[in-house]
């Protein structure tokens, strides 16, 4: 048998919840680990699962180990540190701490630098839980992003976080320990506005339905409204938020076209837009698969009575009239394209919202995807406009244009059609050649574009006539002004358009 290589000692600083798991997942990893704590005890007391591990006090840990984990609160590092600035010169110092508020000016970790300057201070593991980092397979990521202004320290780390069965991230310098420590305070970041926009939209859509359905007429009835009649509204925002999920591309296109260059910043309202394409698709995806289950139970000619066809069953009477029994027997071609759409645009959709799995995203190469989330996206579309058409059309000619227009199939199609167009029109070969072109860094007109983006530069920061002014503006506002300052060749977008 070949012997391991012994792994080296690993201090942690705190005795707490954290620095308990810490210690488990260390030991198991094969690393010895001294606890450095205020009150030195036996662990095992608290948690048999650590008897093998040495107590002691501070000093005496960071005196035997290279490197040391923080395991106390922010709050608590002045205290606890201040005296012992020397012990640790030399030492490579993780600092796991998180906080409550999202850090502006200083992370947790620049400020411990600063307590610590004599040591090779890296951020990490404040992603992990204590419950995640003590059960393998807890769920949430296993990511563990590291940053630190030495190299070689933040290599450690990234080893340590390797043997202990992490993902190791290298974020760069310690100034990165911003964005790290703000990451866990996030929830679901991009998911606010696409969900906002949908419950506006889905509002919007009951509202009409109600008004025309039971206000103005009354087609249904009130104990009808929980699949019947939400079935309405939820399929129409399903269509306009994937719809919606397209569009935008093709703003952008426009945007590009408009100024003949790819080396312009789009509008913020666009870039946030483009931003949300994948939450607004995967919303679109949920409310199609919702409506798919309620359709299937309500299809019934007991629901759906313009979708089959009406016979009559001719009882013959031996004393007065015949008996004549109405009934609906297979479907018209209305409910039978209606169902073929339908079912082409759900399978689609399962097709693109399967390829946005980080497992099946890894199997295809940029075209493959770009492929099913450009090309088969609009078809999908297309096959949702065919499916509203075929359950539209009929009524709209029957019932002339005034009644066209207020149709729900109607309106809902609104959206969807512009969307489709914008996207005929963008591929047509004279303009698409002209629009790859410029995504592959054509410019109309060099100085056109210096122009409009110095135009833009004024009016996106701030214009600052003296060194002064310059002085009083914000760290953020310092930050856009200097790189923009140095992009000699205007602000670049950098949000790929599908
Ligand atoms: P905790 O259970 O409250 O433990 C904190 C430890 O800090 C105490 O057990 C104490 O150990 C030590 N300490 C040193 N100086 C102290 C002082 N002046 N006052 C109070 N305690 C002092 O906290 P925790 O949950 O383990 O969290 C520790 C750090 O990990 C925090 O910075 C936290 O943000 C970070 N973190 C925690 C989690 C989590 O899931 N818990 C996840 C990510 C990051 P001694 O008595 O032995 O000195």
């Known amino acids: 048998m070949i012997p391991c290589e012994p792994k080296s000692q690993v201090g942690i600083i705190g005795s707490g919840n954290f620095a308990r798991a810490l210690a488990k997942r260390l030991i198991n990893a094969g690393y010895d680990v001294i606890i450095g704590s205020r009150r030195p005890r036996s662990l095992s007391e608290v948690d048999s699962c650590l008897c093998n591990v040495t107590v002691t006090s501070l000093e005496d840990c960071v005196k035997q180990v290279p490197i040391v984990f923080l395991a106390i609160h922010f709050e608590n590092y002045k205290d606890c540190l201040s005296s012992h600035e020397d012990l640790f010169t030399g030492k490579v110092v993780v ?40 059960n393998e397979f807890a769920g949430g990521s296993h990511e563990v992003f590291v940053a630190g202004d030495d190299l070689m320290a933040r290599e450690k780390v990234c080893v340590l976080a390797r043997d202990m069965g992490f993902v190791a991230s290298d974020w760069g310098l310690l100034q990165s320990a911003r964005k790290i420590e703000s990451y866990p305070l996030k929830i679901f ?13 889905f509002n919007v859509w009951l509202l009409y339905i109600i008004f025309i359905y039971f206000v103005k007429t009354t087609a249904y009835r009130w104990d009808q409204l929980f699949v019947k009649v939400l079935n309405k509204p939820l399929c129409m925002t399903a269509i306009t938020v994937f719809a919606c999920t397209y569009l935008p591309s093709s703003f952008a296109c426009g945007f590009q076209l408009y100024y003949g260059t790819k080396h312009m910043q789009f509008p913020s309202w666009l870039n946030k837009w483009l931003l949300s394409r994948k939450q607004l698709g995967m919303i679109a995806f949920l ?92 078809v999908t579309l297309f096959f949702s406009i065919c499916h509203v058409v075929a359950m539209g059309a009929p009524g709209w000619a029957k019932g002339g244009p005034i009644k066209t227009v207020q149709s729900i199939t109607f309106l809902s199609l609104i959206i969807p059609f512009i969307t489709l167009f914008c996207k005929i029109v963008f591929s047509l070969p004279c303009i698409d050649n002209y629009v790859q072109k410029i995504r592959q860094g054509w410019e109309t007109s060099y100085s056109k574009c210096r122009a409009k ?25 310092m930050m856009m002004i200097d790189s923009q300052e140095n992009d000699r060749s205007c602000a670049c977008q950098n949000t790929s358009i599908v």
């Not at 610590?116 to 003590?134: H, Q, R």
């Not at 970041?189 to 939209?201: A, M, R, S, V």
């Open 95 to 134: 600092d796991i701490s998180n906080r409550l508020k999202v850090p502006k000016h200083r992370s947790n970790a620049e400020y411990l630098s600063s307590l610590l300057p004599n040591a090779y201070v890296v951020k990490g593991f404040n992603v992990i839980s204590a419950y995640a980092m003590e």
């Open 189 to 201: 970041p991009g998911w606010k506005i696409p969900i906002l926009f949908t419950i506006g939209i």
């Open 287 to 378: 409310l199609v698969f919702v409506h798919a289950i309620m359709s299937v139970l309500i299809l019934s000619p007991t629901y759906l009575s313009s979708w089959f066809q009406s016979t009559t069953i001719v009882i013959p009477g031996n004393r007065t009239d015949d008996i004549k029994i109405p009934i609906k027997t297979w479907m018209v071609w209305k409910g039978e394209a209606a169902c073929l759409m339908g079912i082409l645009a759900f399978v689609c959709m399962c097709i693109i919202a399967l390829s946005t799995l980080p497992s099946v995203t890894r199997t295809l190469n940029w075209r493959e995807w770009r492929f099913v989330q450009s090309q088969l996206g609009h």
């Open 453 to 477: 983006c110095s135009q833009k530069h004024a009016t996106f920061g701030k214009v600052y006539s003296n060194p002064q002014d310059k002085d009083n503006s914000s760290e953020e506002d």
